[in-house]
């Protein structure tokens, strides 16, 4: 009995087989005839399904309505009847100045492109939407893990309409941040990010994230195992560590704002020079690799001029001081740590069978009227007041995106969704009052970083 059943399936299964068979011979056959009827017929309805399924437009809110990008007008109207789609690059039509002045290279025209045809996920794509879930944590509970400095409801800042937003991706799964799911996906793992200040902020981000923001005594520190512990002298150590009991998951920060090695050349001489080793990942991520399972980088704000001689960073290559002045031009030192540093990961992954890296991109500035030290300022209050989509493919970031060609390392691409949200920095606001300048790179949190660790846990 069972066996007939079984066997009256087969067979339905093979005549099944065969008529799908003999569907796609007749379809390529017609293709044959005549390909254009068929791509443009397809192509038609690639573009409507899916916006049509895209969320509405969500409720704005008080302060003023969201424009649609060029590209959001043509790909929602249906009945345009034109099937040679393109989209315009957005950053093509938004005030890319802030980004520029940080590294020239993000000046590449993007030109117009015409849109790829498959529904590809690409978590860069989609757009900003009202979600009243958010914030994911409240900026006056996470005091155990958010410095006052980023706080913003501690400051006298009167507008939050910044932290009801989330990132919805146009082709991608994201499910809802949940902590306990997070902390279970994450057991017995460590993550860790390396990285400058914005690095920084995406790991307080992850902290409130992963505790809801709740005062948690659970929580161990564990900086020691990694020797993150605050020297004699320093206002700060270096990096945090904190490890979840239950689940055994460790989240941790390093602070490595050039992403390159720094060794002081007379370490007896606390105004020593400092042998930045454009070539050598840091130390600490040498060290301690083989002890992590998700390592997430960045780099940027940085590399200028001011901040190398602040610093007294001598550029080094091949263990010996620079002599390439080509080099030694901010942009190709970047560029060139850029693809060192992810060369050197990528080859480590053969060996670190469990570590999964991304590279973040540029977080963007948004000073307008002057830059940080020349009155600068981001006043703006209204959310996505230049549009609420993402609509290009490629990255507003082509260093990181050009150096992860070819590896296995991923991209975490946050500078065009970030591009959009120049209301969301801290602005004037500090722990100390209303300022006279603006800090126009860091972001209030809670804030966009909390989205880019949706991004991240969405991919992990
Ligand atoms: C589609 O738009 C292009 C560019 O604007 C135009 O040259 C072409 O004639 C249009 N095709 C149709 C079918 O409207
Ligand atoms: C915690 O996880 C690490 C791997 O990250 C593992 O080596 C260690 O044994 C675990 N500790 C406990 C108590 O389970
Ligand atoms: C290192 O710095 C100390 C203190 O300034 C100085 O006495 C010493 O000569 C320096 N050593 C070298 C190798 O330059
Ligand atoms: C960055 O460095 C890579 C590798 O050396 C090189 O191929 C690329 O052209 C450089 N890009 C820029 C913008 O200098
Ligand atoms: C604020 O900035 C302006 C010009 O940038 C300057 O003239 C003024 O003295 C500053 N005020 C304070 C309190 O620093």
């Known amino acids: 009995m069972k066996g007939g059943y079984t066997y009256s399936l087969r067979g339905w299964h093979l005549s099944l087989a065969l008529v799908s068979l003999l569907l796609v011979i007749t379809v390529l056959w017609v293709w044959q005839a005549n390909p254009i009827a068929i791509t443009l017929r397809s192509a038609q309805e690639w573009y409507n399904i899916p916006s049509?399924?895209?969320?509405?437009?969500?409720?704005?809110?008080?302060?003023?309505?969201?424009?649609?990008?060029?590209?959001?007008?043509?790909?929602l109207n249906p009945s345009s009847g034109n099937e040679t789609k393109v989209q315009l690059d957005f950053v093509g039509a938004s005030p890319v100045h802030s980004v520029t002045a940080e590294s020239p290279e993000m000046q590449y025209s993007q030109g117009i492109r015409p849109s790829s045809k498959r529904k590809v996920c690409n978590y860069?794509?989609?757009r900003w939407v009202a979600d009243s879930r958010r914030p994911l944590y409240s900026g006056f509970s996470c005091k155990q893990w958010l410095s006052s400095m980023w706080a913003c409801r501690m400051t006298q800042r009167p507008d939050f309409s910044f932290e009801g937003y989330r990132w919805q991706p146009e082709n991608c799964d994201m499910p809802q941040f949940e902590r306990s799911a997070f902390l279970r996906k994450m057991q017995d793992k460590?993550?860790?990010?390396?990285?400058?200040?914005?690095?920084?902020?995406?790991?307080?981000?992850?902290?409130?994230?992963?505790?809801?923001?709740?005062e948690s005594p659970e929580v161990e520190n564990v900086g020691w195992k990694y020797g993150l512990v605050k020297r004699r002298g320093a206002i700060r150590p270096d990096g945090w560590a904190y490890r979840f009991p239950k689940?055994?998951?460790?989240?941790?920060?390093?602070?490595?704002?050039?992403?390159?090695?720094?060794?002081?050349?007379?370490i007896t001489n606390p105004l020593t020079n400092v042998a930045m080793h454009l070539d050598q990942p840091p130390a600490f991520m040498r060290k301690f690799l083989h002890d992590f399972d998700i390592l997430i980088l960045n780099t940027g704000h940085h590399w200028n001029r001011g901040k190398l001689n602040a610093n007294r960073w001598v550029m080094y290559v091949d263990g010996k001081p620079n002599e390439d002045k080509k080099?030694?031009?901010?942009?190709?030192?970047?560029?060139?740590?850029?693809?060192?540093?992810?060369?050197?990961?990528?080859?480590?992954?053969?060996?670190?069978?469990?570590?999964?890296?991304?590279?973040?991109?540029?977080?963007p500035r948004h000073f307008f009227n002057g830059d940080w030290n020349t009155g600068g300022s981001c006043d703006n209050t209204v959310p996505l007041s230049q549009g609420s989509e993402v609509v290009q493919d490629g990255?507003?970031?082509?260093?990181?995106?050009?150096?992860?060609?070819?590896?296995k390392i991923k991209i975490l691409d946050i500078t065009a969704i970030s591009q959009l949200r120049d209301e969301a920095h801290m602005s004037r606001y500090n722990i100390r009052g209303v300022q006279n300048s603006s800090d126009c790179l860091h972001w209030c949190l809670p804030g966009v970083p909390d989205t880019w660790n949706e991004l991240l846990v969405s991919q992990i």
């Open 124 to 126: 860069a794509k989609g």
């Open 395 to 407: 990255s507003s970031d082509p260093t990181v995106e050009g150096a992860l060609k070819g590896t």
């Open 247 to 266: 689940t055994n998951t460790t989240i941790l920060y390093y602070w490595s704002a050039s992403l390159c090695d720094l060794v002081p050349l007379n």
């Open 190 to 214: 460590t993550i860790a990010f390396i990285g400058d200040s914005l690095g920084r902020q995406q790991f307080q981000s992850l902290m409130c994230m992963a505790t809801g923001g709740e």
């Open 327 to 363: 080099r030694a031009e901010i942009g190709n030192a970047k560029n060139f740590t850029i693809y060192s540093v992810a060369k050197w990961v990528n080859s480590q992954l053969v060996s670190h069978p469990r570590l999964k890296v991304f590279f973040r991109t540029l977080s």
């Open 52 to 75: 049509s399924e895209l969320p509405v437009e969500a409720p704005n809110n008080a302060l003023g309505s969201t424009k649609l990008t060029k590209s959001e007008e043509i790909s």
